[in-house]
Nanobody
Framework: VQLQASGGGLVQAGGSLRLSCAAS????????MGWYRQVPEKTREMVAV???????DYADSVKGRFTISRDNAENTVYLQMNSLKSEDTAVYYC????????????WGQGTLVTVSS
């Protein structure tokens, strides 16, 4: 399974960015798709997750500002980030759990989001 993430960049505080991550390869079905982020010397943290049935979960710090969505036909997950804050600056990673006999997690390559204050 290959994951191609895009959409990161530099934005001013209060601005918006949209991340996308497309999954390809040997995919029978996708259990969940999500976004995590990491800053230096800190543990990678969950930002938002969307399950196959459409249920979503968000970190408290992004609720009301970020929206996760997925296109099942294209095996793509999106993260719309609005009202960005400097503390949102991080490398964002997409994470996909596929079902192929068992459940297998795959990480994307990471995309840098920098929010200037």
């Amino acid at each position: 399974v290959q994951l191609q993430a895009s959409g990161g960049g530099l934005v001013q505080a209060g601005g918006s960015l949209r991340l996308s991550c497309a999954a390809s390869g040997s995919i029978f079905s996708i259990r969940s798709m999500g976004w995590y982020r990491q800053v230096p010397e800190k543990t990678r943290e969950m930002v938002a997750v969307v399950l196959s049935g459409g249920n979503t979960d968000y970190a408290d710090s992004v609720k009301g500002r970020f929206t996760i969505s997925r296109d099942n036909a294209e095996n793509t997950v999106y993260l719309q980030m609005n009202s960005l804050k400097s503390e949102d600056t991080a490398v964002y990673y997409c994470y996909v759990v596929v079902v192929r006999g068992g459940h297998y997690g795959h990480w994307g390559q990471g995309t840098l989001v920098t929010v200037s204050s």
